[in-house]
């Protein structure tokens, strides 16, 4: 499913992801989540995942908290679900080790407003050996599921 987000709706996803940002620099949020290297784009990856995030919200009809609380790495991101981004169309589904088992996990595709519901598994179906790979080689291995693994979004 596609989604489209309004300019005000960029808008307050975008104020969401910078508020994280600022958290995440003030210290107030895990600093190198995953081993998430000092010189990521950080930004990108807080304003884009907050996009990513209202993109789902609006496609299941949910209400979404935006910044969230300051503990909201123990929260879902939308509803009881938890969204993982990636601006490449045909990019996978990553889920950690320490990810829920039982959540379900949303893949979202896209970028500046223009998304892809590309599915959803729940966190111990995607935690399968054969999906246990680091990409990069830098030391930040995870389960990275395919699309064609995930259940199809039903709008639930």
Known sequence: ?????????IFLAATAGVIRRMRGISGKLDKNQHGLPDNAPRWENDIEGALAESALAKALGQYWRGAGPLDE????????????????ENGHLIIHPDDANKRRFYLVTGSDGEYRIAGWCYGEEGKRERWWRDP?????????????????????
Request: proline share 7%; aromatic share 10%; glycine share 6%.
């Open 73 to 88: 790495r123990h929260h879902p991101d939308v509803a009881d679900f938890d969204v993982r981004a990636t601006k490449y």
């Open 136 to 156: 990069t080689g830098k030391g930040r291995p995870a389960f990275f599921v395919p699309q064609s693994e995930l259940r199809a979004f039903n709008g639930k």
């Open 1 to 9: 499913m596609r989604v489209s987000l309004t300019s005000d709706e």
